[in-house]
C-alpha cells in the first residue's frame, strides 16, 4: 500500500487552443486543495497543436502539464478523451480530478469514472478538504474531498464523498469558483504523453461541427438586466436591451423567455444557463423559480420588478419595485439618464 | 428488419413547479407533497424512439428502475405506443448512486437480449446528473452519443444524428448498437385514447399480487393478462444477475455526508414605489454607491 497520496488534476477544456474559462477557475481551486493536501496541481491537456496553451496554465499555477496531441483528439470526441484519460490516471493515480461541468465535461467525465469504478459528482459548487467519518460502514477517511452540490432541482445542498478508489472525480460548474489574477512569472514541467488510440476508440466520426462562440459573456459582466416571460414578447425586450444600454450592462434571460424564442440560450441564467455574479442584478418579469435563483443569487445588488407582490424573486432581492415593467424601467432609463 | 431499441426511463418527483403547498412552514420542500412525474427528457428521449418506430418499424422496450410504483411511467409508455415494458425493482437497489445505478440498468439490457440503440433522457430533474447514460454506455463497451436532439438516419449497422454541442451541433455517425442520451428537441406525444383503453389494465405481478386473494389467484391473474399482452415484465437483481456488491447502497461508492435545506431567507428587500420619485430616489442610491456609473 503506497501511502503517499497522489496530484491534485484538472482537466483542461480547450475549444480551437483557447482554454476554457471554466479549466482556469479549476486551476486555481486545484491549486488551493493540492496546498492543504500538499501535493501538486497538475493539468491533463489534451487536443492537437495546443502547446500555446501550457505557459497560460503554469501562469495559472499548474506545477505540472501532461501534453497529449495527436491528431484523433480534434475535435473533441468522448471515446478517445476518455481513453486518454484513463491510461494516465492508471499511470499515476491522482487522487483528485476536476472537470468543467460544461457539456463536453459531463459527457466524458462519467465515462471515465465508470471504468475506473470511481465516485463522481455532478455539477459541484463548492470543494473543500475535511475528514469523514462513515457512520453507516464504521470507517473513518482523513483529509478527503468534500463534494458540496445543490441537488432536487435546487432546493437541497448536499455534501458528498467518495470512498472508493481514487480518483475523487467530480464536475464543478461554470463560473462558481474565482479565477485568481495569473502569475506569468511562474513555471512548470511539461510532460508529453503519446496517446495510446486503437480503432475501437475512434469508432464515431464527426460528419458536420458547427458553432460559433457565444453572442455574450455573461460571466465577466458587472451589470445584467434579465427579463422574463413577463416582458410579454419578443419586441417588448427592447425594454430589457434598452436599460441594460443605458446602464452600460449586458442583457440576460431567464428559461422561460428563452423557451418562449424571445432570446437566444446564450443569455439564460440559471440552473441550465450561465451563473453570474455582477454588481448589479436587475431583474424583470422573471417571477424567480429556485432554477433561476441559482445562477444569481449571488450578486452583490438585487432589484427585482414585477407586479406580483408575492413572487419569490423578492426574497432574494435588495430593493423590490411591485409595478408594471413596461412603466418602471422608462421611468429607470430617465432617471439614470438625469443623474448621470 | 426488425431492431430493438431500448428506452431507460425513470419517474422522478416534480422538482420543477414547487408551489406553495409544497414548501414547509420552515421554508423547506416537503417532498410528499410533490407529485410523481415522468421524467421530461425521458419523455424526449421516449418520443425519439417512437419516431424510430414510425420510420423503421423498430421494436420498442421500455425499462425502468424504481419502486414498484413506477409501474405508472411504463402504463403512461404503452399509452404512447411501446411495444413492451420491464419494471427492474428489488430493495437490494435502494440507495443507489449514479454507479451503481448505470450498473444495475446496463444488467438489464443485458438481459433484454439484441438491443441495437439504447435512449435515456439526457438527465432526471431530481439530481440533474446527466451520468447515467454515459455511465450505461461504458459499462456496455458501446459508443455514446450525448445531447441527441434528432436521429437523422439509422441504418442496420449504424446511426447518424444530430446532437448539440457548446454554440453549435454536431451530425456524428456511430456503429451500433449504440446509445443516445437525447434533450428537449421534440414534442413528446400525447397518449393515444386507443392505447389507454388497450393497456390501462397493463399490470406488473407486482400489483396483481397486492389485489389478489391468494398466490394461487395472483398466478391465475398473471397468466389471462401474459396471454393478453397485458403483463409488464417485473424483474429482481438476481434475475438479471447483477452481482450484489455492486448495486444499492454496497455499489455506490459516493456517501452523502450531509444535506442542508435551502432556506428562502426572509424578505429584507427594500421596498421601492414605482414612482417617478421612488425609481429617482433608487437611482441616485445606486450612483452614489458606486453601483452605477
Known amino acids: 500500500m503506497n501511502n503517499k497520496i497522489g496530484n491534485v488534476w484538472v482537466f483542461i477544456e480547450q475549444e480551437g487552443g483557447k482554454i476554457a474559462d471554466v479549466s482556469l477557475e479549476l486551476v486555481c481551486k486545484g491549486r488551493e486543495l493540492a496546498q492543504q493536501l500538499g501535493v501538486k496541481t497538475e493539468a491533463l491537456l489534451l487536443g492537437n497543436g495546443v502547446e500555446k496553451c501550457v505557459d497560460t496554465l503554469y501562469s495559472y499555477g499548474c506545477d505540472t502539464v501532461y501534453l497529449i496531441e495527436d491528431e484523433r483528439l480534434e475535435p473533441f470526441t468522448v471515446l478517445p478523451y476518455a481513453k486518454v484519460i484513463m491510461d494516465m490516471i492508471k499511470t499515476h493515480h491522482p487522487n483528485i480530478l476536476l472537470f468543467g461541468a460544461t457539456m463536453k465535461g459531463r459527457e466524458l467525465a462519467p465515462r471515465v469514472a465508470s471504468e475506473k469504478l470511481a465516485g463522481l459528482t455532478a455539477d459541484c459548487t463548492d470543494l473543500q478538504i475535511d475528514d469523514f467519518e462513515d457512520k453507516v460502514n464504521k470507517k473513518s477517511y482523513t483529509d478527503k474531498l468534500m463534494q458540496i452540490r445543490p441537488a432536487f432541482g435546487g432546493n437541497i445542498i448536499a455534501t458528498i464523498v467518495n470512498t472508493w478508489d481514487d480518483p475523487q472525480m467530480v464536475t464543478v460548474r461554470e463560473g462558481v469558483m474565482k479565477m485568481d489574477a495569473p502569475d506569468p512569472a511562474r513555471k512548470g514541467e511539461l510532460v508529453r504523453v503519446k496517446a495510446e488510440l486503437s480503432d475501437t476508440d475512434t469508432v464515431i466520426k464527426v460528419i458536420e461541427r458547427v458553432r460559433q462562440d457565444k453572442e455574450v459573456d455573461l460571466k465577466g459582466a458587472q451589470i445584467i438586466v434579465a427579463g422574463g416571460y413577463g416582458v410579454g414578447s419578443k419586441e417588448n425586450f427592447k425594454l430589457i436591451r434598452d436599460l441594460a444600454e443605458a446602464l452600460g450592462g449586458e442583457v440576460g434571460a431567464s428559461r422561460a423567455a428563452v423557451d418562449a424564442g424571445w432570446i437566444s440560450h446564450d443569455y439564460q441564467i440559471g440552473q441550465t444557463g450561465v451563473t453570474v455574479r455582477p454588481r448589479l442584478y436587475i431583474c424583470a418579469g422573471i417571477s424567480g423559480s429556485i432554477q433561476h435563483r441559482a445562477g444569481m443569487t449571488e450578486s452583490k445588488k438585487i432589484i427585482a420588478i414585477n407586479t406580483d407582490p408575492d413572487a419569490p424573486i423578492f426574497s432574494v432581492a435588495h430593493y423590490a419595485i411591485v409595478g408594471d415593467l413596461n412603466d418602471v424601467i422608462p421611468k429607470m432609463i430617465k432617471a439614470f439618464k438625469a443623474k448621470a | ?293
Open chain 2, 1 to 293: 428488419m426488425s431492431q430493438t431499441v431500448l428506452v431507460f426511463v425513470k419517474q422522478v418527483p416534480d422538482t420543477q413547479n414547487i408551489t406553495g403547498d409544497a414548501m414547509t412552514p420552515a421554508g423547506t420542500v416537503n417532498r410528499a407533497a410533490l407529485p410523481a412525474i415522468f421524467n421530461p427528457e425521458d419523455l424526449n428521449a421516449l418520443e425519439l424512439a417512437l419516431q424510430l418506430k414510425d420510420r423503421y418499424g423498430v421494436k420498442v422496450v421500455v425499462g425502468t428502475m424504481g419502486p414498484p410504483a413506477a409501474a405508472e411511467v411504463l402504463r403512461s409508455s404503452l399509452f404512447r405506443g411501446a411495444d413492451e415494458c420491464i419494471l427492474l425493482t428489488d430493495r437490494a437497489f435502494a440507495g443507489a448512486d449514479t454507479l451503481a445505478t448505470s450498473y444495475a440498468l446496463s444488467c438489464c439490457a443485458k438481459k433484454v437480449g439484441k438491443v441495437d440503440l439504447i435512449l435515456c433522457g439526457r438527465q432526471a430533474i431530481d439530481g440533474d446528473t446527466a451520468q447515467v447514460g454515459p455511465q450505461i454506455a461504458e459499462k456496455l463497451h458501446i459508443p455514446q452519443i450525448a445531447y441527441v436532439e434528432e436521429v437523422i438516419n439509422l441504418d442496420s449497422d449504424k446511426i447518424r444524428a444530430r446532437r448539440a454541442i457548446e454554440g453549435g451541433y454536431e451530425i456524428l455517425e456511430a456503429p451500433l448498437p449504440c446509445l443516445l442520451t437525447v434533450i428537449e428537441g421534440n414534442d413528446p406525444r400525447p397518449m393515444a385514447a386507443l392505447k389507454i383503453m388497450k393497456y390501462k389494465k397493463a399490470k406488473t405481478p407486482g400489483e396483481v399480487a397486492k389485489n389478489a386473494a391468494s398466490p394461487e389467484e395472483a398466478e391465475k391473474i398473471c397468466a389471462e393478462l401474459k396471454a393478453k399482452g397485458l403483463l409488464i415484465a417485473e424483474w429482481s437483481a438476481d434475475y438479471v444477475d447483477a452481482a450484489k456488491d455492486r448495486i444499492g447502497l454496497a455499489g455506490s461508492p459516493t456517501k452523502v455526508k450531509n444535506i442542508q435545506n435551502v432556506i428562502l431567507t426572509a424578505s429584507e428587500a427594500k421596498s421601492v414605489e414605482p414612482t417617478d420619485e421612488g425609481i429617482n430616489n433608487l437611482m441616485h442610491e445606486l450612483i452614489a454607491d458606486h453601483t452605477l456609473g
